[in-house]
């Protein structure tokens, strides 16, 4: 079932699941803006518990929706439902294709301003810069492998979790009027937590599908520091992985080279979902 939930929305998300309903920024928007009063500092969940609260609700109300009926084809249907909402990215897909689009012009301006619409932090000129494939890479595994490894350790009310701490995470980053800002620094520490076992399992899989020589001694230096960002840890071992030339650095051969690379990285999560589901790890 696990498995066959992920196939089935990965398909279908790819085809074409684009409209604001397939995107979980859209139901975090009304359910902060249908709380507004109930998290002010009087209100009910103004308190730092009182959020954690409210942030659980509606993943408690996802798990006893799921557990409504134990019918196999219901339950399938609601998985692939919500995996298909915590996967929508349409707003990083059409980036994507803005910036391809910029550098077949030849317009390297709009080009650097999408790729930082796209989520990357500093150009790769830029001191702690990235590449557009290492933002790629992030993008992929905030969007799809951490989703799908709360997933399968548990079910839909985990990937709803996630993907909840993933969205209020970005809101307050981009906004700080937002009414939950005052809990930004809780929701970065949780989404710092949610992230770093997923990191160290996304980048290994970047070893085993690339250049694992090269990706190893990355890996291995950053997966039990505690102190690194998870950010650090899938970017630099994916493009160590990778092995992209420097020249290639913010060219579309780079971008779509990391494009590749995420997309095996996705069939290795399959394939180990298939293998512990085939030995008994997983129901």
């Not at 089935?8 to 902060?32: C, F, K, N, T």
């Not at 919500?82 to 980036?95: H, M, P, T």
């Not at 494939?133 to 839909?156: D, E, K, M, P, S």
């Not at 937002?178 to 990191?199: C, G, N, T, V």
């Amino acid at each position: 079932m696990i498995l066959v939930s992920i196939i089935i929305a990965l398909i279908l998300e790819r085809l074409g699941a684009r409209s604001a309903h397939w995107q979980i920024s859209y139901y975090a928007d009304g359910y902060v803006n249908r709380s507004a009063n109930l998290l002010t500092n009087k209100g009910v969940f103004g308190s730092g518990v009182g959020f954690l609260v409210w942030l659980l609700l509606p993943v408690l109300a996802i798990g006893c929706l799921y557990l409504l009926s134990d019918f196999v084809l219901w339950q399938l249907i609601f998985n692939v439902t919500i995996l298909l909402v915590c996967f929508g990215c349409a707003k990083q897909r059409a980036l994507y294709k803005s910036y391809l689009n910029a550098l077949t012009r030849d317009d390297k301006t709009a080009a650097t301003l999408y790729a930082l619409q796209m989520g990357q932090n500093r150009t790769e000129e830029e001191q702690d810069g990235e590449t557009v494939g290492q933002t790629l890479a992030w993008v992929n595994f905030r969007f799809y492998c951490a989703v799908i490894f709360w997933f399968v350790i548990l079910g839909v009310a985990g990937a709803v979790l996630y993907a909840l701490v993933r969205t209020f995470a970005d809101l307050v980053t981009q906004d700080d009027d937002e009414i939950i800002a005052k809990h930004s620094k809780m929701l970065h520490r949780l989404l710092f937590w949610l992230d770093w076992l997923p990191a160290r399992i996304t980048s290994f899989g970047y070893l085993v599908i690339g250049n694992f020589n090269k990706g190893t001694s990355c890996w291995l230096h950053y997966a039990l520091d505690f102190s690194s960002p998870n950010r650090k840890v899938v970017t630099y071992t994916a493009l160590a992985a990778e092995q992209v030339e420097k020249r290639y650095y913010d060219c579309a051969y780079e971008a779509t080279c990391m494009i590749k690379l995420v997309k095996r990285n996705v069939l290795f999560y399959l394939v180990l979902i298939a293998l512990l589901t085939l030995f008994g790890g997983l129901d």
